[in-house]
Nanobody, 116 residues
């Protein structure tokens, strides 16, 4: 199992920026894919972005392409989600997830609220 701790959420005005962090521990990470999901009130959890720990693969949902950037710091075992030009519809709890050979681990989530 991988332990995940998110940070960096908060309240921001539309058009603003936030950077989320997810610190991982507990296993080696070369074969793990890390992702950010979000869940807005009354909606299902949806994937936002993914990055493969061991190579350069990245994925972005269409709704965030060009605005969000996922990155990783191997030395710190941490991934980031840089969010720019935020919109009210980005308001949600953002969760970090790690997918490995033993299944998926989740972080506790961090709230992002974008005011109009």
């Amino acid at each position: 199992q991988v332990q995940l701790v998110e940070s960096g959420g908060g309240l921001v005005q539309a058009g603003g920026s936030l950077r989320l962090s997810c610190a991982a521990s507990g296993r080696t990470f070369s074969r793990i894919t890390m992702s950010w999901f979000r869940q807005a009130p009354g909606k299902e959890r949806e994937i936002v972005s993914s990055i493969a720990w061991g190579d350069v693969y990245t994925y972005y949902a269409d709704s965030v392409k060009g605005r969000f950037t996922i990155s990783k710091d191997n030395a710190k075992n941490t991934i980031y989600l840089q969010m720019t030009n935020l919109k009210p519809e980005d308001t949600a709890i953002y969760y970090c997830a790690a997918d490995g050979t033993t299944g998926r681990s989740w972080g506790q989530g961090t709230q992002v609220t974008v005011s109009s």
